[in-house]
């Protein structure tokens, strides 16, 4: 391996953390910000029921009931104090985190594939298989949602990005678009040449990072241009970049390993195997020290961006479980 820069270049194994509880695939992850001194990590699964789990453990906190269908995306508020759900079942869902109580269901016409909530958690923003953008006030639910069309397929993704005043749709018609919260009308657009599967906000709002086919782009979240792309070798389903925007790690719609790569060179670093089925989701968490994977087999695994460290449950893993849980870790030569 010849990448003496990556703190775990040479892994000779590596245990990650198995979250189990969901019965069917997990499509959708993501961890919090930091919150008096930790984060959490919530699941969006088709068995439609979303969980909550202690980040740096992955030990489960409480399962949100309500969704009579699949759950496509479930993200938290900054805060941590909400979560929103978009669903198979017509509805995206607002949710206390600390009862686990529906606060505000909104009804729509079609499946709801993505939602996210904004800065202040006041408002959400839904897209879907009606190809239509919606604004939902939280403190008026009663008001009718501001809406917006553009989109000529099923919408995958949306981004809520308080900073720019903007919110983002990007899905099946291969293109991104950017749409200025306080007309709702769009302002710029990004193109790709495959529909787009996955995007996503990095942690400190510099870049867009999104899928398409092989290909995996990073925008430039100032100006919507390319900062980079990478062609891999392999249909990528998500990407999650690194707090300090050196490294990034990919999962695959056709692969079953995890991979991780440098920002920089595009170089593949490091890939693991351990999931079942292919992976849908990939996330890191608000510190870098793990990176969460979300796959067909249902399963949760959280991985430690150095392995060996001490973190979390890893440092109490007893050589039985070592034994029971390793998997192979492969550095790309």
Request: net charge negative; charged share 25%.
């Amino acid at each position: 391996m010849s990448t003496p820069q990556t703190p775990n270049s040479n892994p000779s194994r590596v245990i990650p953390l198995t979250c189990s509880g969901h019965t069917r695939p997990v499509v959708h992850l993501q961890f919090s910000p930091i919150t008096d001194g930790t984060y959490y990590l919530i699941s969006a699964c088709k068995d439609g029921n979303p969980m909550l789990r202690d980040g740096p453990t992955g030990d489960w906190i409480g399962t949100f009931m309500g969704h009579k269908g699949a759950v496509w995306s479930a993200k938290l508020s900054k805060d941590a104090s909400k979560a929103v759900t978009a669903s198979a079942d017509f509805t995206a869902k607002v949710w206390d985190t600390y009862t686990g109580d529906v606060l505000y269901s909104f009804t729509h016409g079609h499946i709801v594939r993505s939602a996210d909530i904004s800065d202040d958690g006041a408002r959400i923003i839904s897209g879907g298989q009606e190809k239509k953008l919606r604004i939902f006030d939280i403190n008026k639910p009663e008001t009718a949602a501001m809406e917006a069309d553009g989109h000529e397929s099923t919408i995958k993704s949306v981004i809520w990005d308080g900073d720019r005043n903007v919110v983002l749709s990007a899905g099946d018609d291969k293109e991104i678009r950017i749409w200025d919260i306080r007309s709702f009308s769009q302002i710029n657009t990004f193109k790709t040449d495959h529909p787009i599967t996955s995007m996503e906000l990095s942690a400190d709002g510099k870049y867009i990072t999104c899928t398409a086919g092989k290909v995996v782009y990073f925008l430039d979240a100032s100006n919507y241009q390319v900062s980079k792309s990478i062609t891999t070798a392999y249909d990528v389903s998500s990407v999650s970049l690194h707090p300090d925007n050196k490294r990034f790690v990919a999962g695959g719609s056709s692969d079953l390993c995890v991979r991780i790569y440098d920002f920089e060179s595009g170089k593949e670093l490091e890939f693991y195997k351990g999931h079942h089925g292919p992976i849908h989701t990939v996330s890191y968490s608000p510190d870098g020290e793990i990176y969460a994977t979300g796959s067909e087999d249902g399963t949760i695994r959280l991985w430690q961006t150095t392995p060996g460290k001490s973190y979390g449950l890893w440092q109490n893993k007893t050589s039985k479980d070592e034994k029971e849980n390793d998997v192979d870790g492969i550095p790309t030569e």
